[in-house]
């Protein structure tokens, strides 16, 4: 049988896992909040970190040590990344639409004015302000790291990811403080909604791409990558700008204008 430019891959039991993950995640995080304890969401963690681990795990071999991503199965890597993120573009118009649709026009009941009566907003030039430098910040390490790892300083990648991956934390560290001091809730009309989903979600998907990162900095360290191989790493920058990009409109809109 002749050689072919795709994988195709083994039988495995991760998607199965990481479904069954997701839904005693979400069933038990509903639960949680009606008041039946978390413990079934804490499995749906559990599961979801092992599956992540091991399918991870299986894909770094395939293409570290065992040499089955072609040139063909990057490129459709890289579409499914792009069709990934356009995904979660669309998936965070949806919050925009919503913060919009009630802060253009605010009905009577809230007071016919944007922010509702009653909602001392946050200032958007303390803490919001600081986040906005942080993320702008590791946008610029991740683009250091990117530019060793192609001319092979896999010390300057491993500082860049470094630094990229500290200042994340740092912004989920400020934007916890935030939500903590914060007046309102999420329960709060539709301001407290649109504000906590858009930005709490924001906010997951900075803990997720930490995550990325921080498994490339690994891989650095074991020296996984190469000058024309690295594309593991292209992902997670390409998700870190995105969420770069949104937290600027997040910043405009909701902190800024919003206020």
């Known amino acids: 049988m002749s050689r072919n430019p795709f994988h195709l891959v ?8 990481a479904s069954v993950g997701a839904l005693f995640l979400t069933s038990g995080l509903a639960g949680w909040v009606h008041g039946y304890g978390p413990f079934t969401m804490v499995l749906g963690l559990i599961l979801i970190a092992f599956t992540m681990v091991q399918w991870w795990r299986d894909v770094i071999r395939e293409a570290t040590f065992q040499g089955y991503h072609t040139m063909q199965v990057s490129k459709g890597l890289r579409w499914g990344m792009i069709l990934f993120i356009t995904s979660e573009v669309c998936f965070f118009f949806a919050f925009f639409w919503a913060f919009f649709h009630s802060s253009l026009a605010p009905s009577t009941e809230l ?3 944007w922010p509702p009566l009653g909602i001392n907003v946050l200032n958007p030039f303390e803490v919001p302000l600081l986040n906005t430098g942080v ?4 946008g610029v390490t991740v683009t250091w790291a990117h530019h060793a790892l ?9 500082q860049g ?3 990229t991956v500290a200042l994340g934390a740092y912004f989920t560290f400020l934007q916890a403080g935030e939500y903590y001091e914060a007046s309102f809730t999420i329960a709060d009309g539709a301001y407290g909604s649109t504000f906590f989903v858009a930005t709490g979600f924001h906010g997951l998907h900075v803990l997720i791409g ?6 490339c900095l690994v891989r650095v360290w074991f020296q996984h990558f190469s000058t024309g191989h690295h594309f593991g790493f292209e992902a997670a920058a390409w998700y870190w700008h995105f969420v770069d990009v949104v937290w600027l409109f997040l910043y ?3 902190y800024w204008w919003g206020s």
């Open 10 to 17: 083994e039988f495995s039991p991760w998607p199965l896992t």
């Open 161 to 163: 990811l470094l630094a």
């Open 252 to 254: 405009l809109s909701i």
């Open 135 to 138: 993320l702008l910040s590791s």
């Open 111 to 113: 007071g016919s004015c």
């Open 150 to 158: 192609m001319e092979g300083d896999l010390k300057g990648g491993f």
């Open 210 to 215: 930490t995550t990325f990162l921080l498994v």
